[in-house]
């Protein structure tokens, strides 16, 4: 089936706190000063680095998946990203992409539980966590900016059972579209540029992977 256009979304900057700083908002900053210690017993001069932090550091990414016509399928989510479209460089972006449903994991709490909390609030399918997959090892998506760890996860779903996304009230939430793709084609898109989110690609070829063939 052909990729639908994702939902029209316009992003309209009002103001910028020049002073702000990373403190207050989703994210904050920590400025370190540290020196590397070489395996020849050298050591660098001190330098400063920024790491990005966050309340609910890491998150879980989940494939949703259920089989139609001898075909595997996959759930995957309209997803709102202001940041990648405020580029300030080539090449520009519009603010959505397609992305697989994922969210982030609360301070204690385990990833799977979390996987299934954000499967449901993101998509409407429910399911007991217990019954997702672990797919691969965590991995860090961006370990020079920030120690988040993406955990994968994957779960057959009844696609006739959905409900209703609930959200969680944010505004980029808001009208979030969730379609059903085979996932070959999934695949497809990716290579050709259609989806560019790179845990979504990752998770789809560990779907891919997973899978009977």
């Known amino acids: 089936m052909p990729l639908p256009d994702p939902p029209l979304i316009v992003l309209r900057q009002l103001r910028?706190?020049?002073?702000?700083?990373?403190?207050?908002g989703f994210l904050g900053l920590r400025r370190v000063e540290l020196a590397a210690h070489f395996p020849d017993g050298t050591e660098s001069a001190p330098f400063t680095y920024d790491i990005v932090t966050r309340r609910a550091l890491d998150a879980a990414v989940i494939a949703a998946h259920f089989q139609r016509g001898g075909r595997h399928h996959v759930l995957l989510r309209s997803c709102v990203r202001p940041a990648a479209a405020s580029r300030p460089h080539p090449p520009?972006?519009?603010?959505?992409?397609?992305?697989l449903p994922a969210g982030l994991v609360e301070p204690d709490e385990p990833h799977r539980t979390a996987a299934a909390r954000e499967l449901y609030e993101e998509t409407g399918a429910r399911v007991d966590a217990s019954a997702l997959q672990e797919l691969g090892p965590w991995m860090f998506p961006m370990p020079a900016m920030i120690g988040e760890v993406h955990a994968y996860f994957h779960v057959e779903i009844d696609p006739d059972a959905l409900h209703p996304p609930p959200g969680d009230d944010s505004p980029l939430e808001h009208g979030a579209v969730v379609i059903a793709l085979p996932l070959d084609e999934a695949l497809a898109y990716c290579k050709e540029g259609r989806i560019?989110?790179?845990?979504?690609?990752l998770g789809l070829r560990r779907l891919r992977d997973a899978l009977p063939r």
């Not at 910028?16 to 207050?24: L, R």
């Open 196 to 201: 560019r989110d790179l845990k979504t690609e």
């Open 16 to 24: 910028e706190d020049p002073d702000a700083g990373g403190k207050g």
């Open 92 to 99: 520009a972006h519009d603010a959505v992409l397609w992305e």
